[in-house]
T-cell receptor, first 113, second 114 residues
Framework: RKEVEQDPGPFNVPEGATVAFNCTYSNSASQSFFWYRQDCRKEPKLLMSVYSSGNEDGRFTAQLNRASQYISLLIRDSKLSDSATYLC??????????????FGKGTKLSVKP | EAQVTQNPRYLITVTGKKLTVTCSQN?????MSWYRQDPGLGLRQIYYSMNVEVTDKGDVPEGYKVSRKEKRNFPLILESPSPNQTSLYFC?????????????FGNGTRLTVT
């Protein structure tokens, strides 16, 4: 059973497009959620945390749906520089304390001119 | 500057020759973790540590050892490297006390075992 699942893509979109990624998680007690961005052969970097009420950072919007156990990332007005792999990360909860961080395999985005 | 430092960045070695990849963080983070990344397989966790002297196996611990004697350091040891351990390795750390604390990554170590 995969704990964090993402559509691997690739998503090939034109500049200016709006693109959305979803990520599902299996542990209903999961506590924290993040989106990371990884450029080819570089270290992953935090794009944004995902809060219960949803949050926005410029062209990026993250949403959490606890009932359906998924998080989403929306990118508006895509830029060439958005081309990367987007990783979904979920922090488990075990008992009353934090557990491990679980990574999805990532969704590859390619923005074309 | 707050950072996670891995060394070396690149390493080419031969089968069976013991090696250690070092990881150090200067942010007083409780949690540290090692990952390997291979094409098509995403990031796979090798070992993690929730605090000093506390380590746990991740998804792919076979062939690796770790230790956490001090809070800042979390070395990855390959006692007898084999070619299937050729990979890109990342170390990462975060605060454990805050649920929304993000993971900070090192720059990666590219290991080739011939």
């Amino acid at each position: 059973r995969k704990e964090v699942e993402q559509d691997p893509g690739p998503f090939n979109v034109p500049e200016g497009a709006t693109v959305a990624f979803n990520c599902t998680y299996s542990n209903s007690a999961s506590q924290s959620f993040f989106w990371y961005r990884q450029d080819c052969r570089k270290e992953p970097k935090l794009l944004m945390s995902v809060y219960s009420s949803g949050n926005e950072d410029g062209r990026f919007t993250a949403q959490l749906n606890r009932a359906s156990q998924y998080i989403s990332l929306l990118i508006r007005d895509s830029k060439l520089s958005d081309s990367a792999t987007y990783l979904c990360v979920v922090a488990e909860r075990r008992g009353g304390s934090q557990g491990n961080l679980i990574f999805g395999k990532g969704t590859k985005l390619s923005v074309k001119p | 500057e707050a950072q996670v430092t891995q060394n070396p960045r690149y390493l080419i070695t031969v089968t069976g020759k013991k090696l250690t990849v070092t990881c150090s963080q200067n942010m007083n983070h409780e949690y540290m973790s090692w990952y390997r990344q291979d094409p098509g397989l995403g990031l796979r966790q090798i070992y993690y540590s929730m605090n000093v002297e506390v380590t746990d196996k991740g998804d792919v611990p076979e062939g690796y050892k770790v230790s956490r004697k001090e809070k800042r350091n979390f070395p990855l040891i390959l006692e007898s490297p084999s070619p299937n351990q050729t990979s890109l390795y990342f170390c990462a750390s975060r605060y454990w006390s805050s649920y929304n604390s993000p993971l900070h990554f090192g720059n990666g170590t590219r290991l080739t075992v011939t």
